[in-house]
């Protein structure tokens, strides 16, 4: 007889790690839906929850947290984003004096604004 094993994955490090932000998103559509569902108004439940009103409004036309999540984390270009690779290095190095990186930099092509 053959016994089949299943290997299941550890479910915390299956889940991403939340941020402080997005936990607390996700408890304040939570608290909301609920306090929504038990029919109290947007201005008593901003008052409970100690929010504007406006933020109770656009989390309760939220279906879910994800909604009020979307669009978030997105980075945006840098300046500085071809030179990363070599300022990483630098660092690594050991050097953590501006002074030096940013005249490399201005060798490599970097030109501050002015």
Known sequence: MRTASIVTADPVSTVK???????????RHTAVHALLAQGHG?????RELHIGGNTVRRTARAEAPEQLLAG????????LDPYKAHLDK???EGCTNAIEP????QELGYRTWR
């Open 72 to 79: 978030r984390h997105q980075p945006r270009p840098s300046q």
């Open 17 to 27: 790690a939340m941020s402080p932000i997005e936990a607390r998103i996700r408890e």
């Open 102 to 105: 940013h005249a490399e930099l």
């Open 42 to 46: 947007i201005r008593e439940i901003a």
């Open 90 to 92: 630098r660092w690594s």
